[in-house]
């Protein structure tokens, strides 16, 4: 299967695009600093071209906390709608446990690109994990 990581070289992204390869898959890194498959969100920019063939998408994406909704969320949208464009048949968010129950401004912009992705042209999966482990050391590094 073809499978698009947007967010392939980040903190989430590189492990599972590492891993869905392991397992025999075509992975695609999709990311403003991957060698062959460079996008941007927050543009839309690459999309078009990255996604085509693409069975799957994991959104593994993030953005800067000062404005993580306009990768999280109009990124997201662009993301989708390349994605319906491109056949893609199935979305995979990536999104954290609780987000909707805390009042933190982070929490909230998860909670509507839950939203987004809900209301999206592709038929989606969310996932809510618990965050990383890198998280808790560089908050207290």
Known sequence: MRIAIAGGTGTLGR???????????????????????QVDLTTGAGLAAALDGCQVVVDASNGP?????????????RLLDAGGEAGVQQHVCVSIVG?????????????????????GPVPW?????????ELVATLFG
Do not use: F, M
């Open 15 to 37: 492990p599972v695009a590492e891993e869905l390869g392991r397992r025999g898959h075509e992975v695609r890194v999709l990311s403003r600093h991957a060698p062959e498959y």
């Open 65 to 77: 906390p000062r404005d993580a909704a306009a990768t999280l969320i109009a990124g997201n949208r």
């Open 99 to 119: 987000c909707d129950r805390l009042p933190v401004k982070y929490y909230k912009v998860k909670t509507e690109q839950e939203d987004v992705v809900a209301r």
């Open 125 to 133: 999966t969310i996932v809510r994990a618990t965050q990383l482990h």
